[in-house]
């Protein structure tokens, strides 16, 4: 079976012409002017509108502005934080009764308690650090975004752990 497909490949190249020369008719099947009417090419009218017109760029409605600390934000971090202390807390007690940490930058603190702690508090202060970096460059939904994916996270870890106590 390969015999046959061994002596197709020998002639690659000639196969390889052959595919470009049968594409060549479909590449000339452009208009020329010279075929046109000579009374179908009119010059535009002086008249007329201008050939180059000036370029307005859309303008987008203001995203509406708040402060960052508003009730919303404190909420979010607030849930967020108390999600990543139960996280800690239940992979504590996991690894303290042999369990693995399966997130591997998790797993690379996981070696004492004041690590772990340092990561949990380190991705609660990366959440508000982020969250922070949009409100300023005015992305306010993925400023809140931020938070609503860590909440979702620590909560499905949180939820895992239990069920693999």
């Not at 940490?101 to 340092?118: D, H, I, K, M």
């Not at 949990?120 to 970096?133: C, P, R």
Request: proline share 5%; glycine share 8%; aromatic share 10%.
């Amino acid at each position: 079976m390969t015999n046959w497909i061994g002596a197709i490949l020998k002639y690659r190249a000639v196969i390889l012409l052959a595919v470009l020369g049968f594409c060549r008719p479909a590449l000339s099947q452009e208009v020329s002017v010279a075929l046109l009417r000579p009374e179908a090419i009119q010059p535009a009218p002086i008249a007329a509108a201008p050939m180059v017109q000036a370029f307005q760029p859309a303008t987008f409605p203001e995203a509406r502005s708040h402060r960052f600390w508003d009730r919303e934000n404190s909420l979010l971090f607030a849930t967020s934080a108390a999600f990543s202390a139960a996280d800690f807390v239940i992979t504590r007690d996991n690894l303290r009764a042999g369990g693995q940490e399966l997130n591997p930058v998790t797993r690379v603190f996981s070696g004492s308690t004041a690590g772990l702690a340092v990561n949990f508090a380190g991705e609660t202060v990366g959440v508000v650090g982020l969250s922070y970096f949009f409100h300023k460059t005015g992305h306010h939904k993925l400023e809140r975004a931020v938070s609503m994916l860590n909440i979702g996270a620590s909560g499905a870890a949180v939820t895992y752990d239990l069920a693999h106590r």
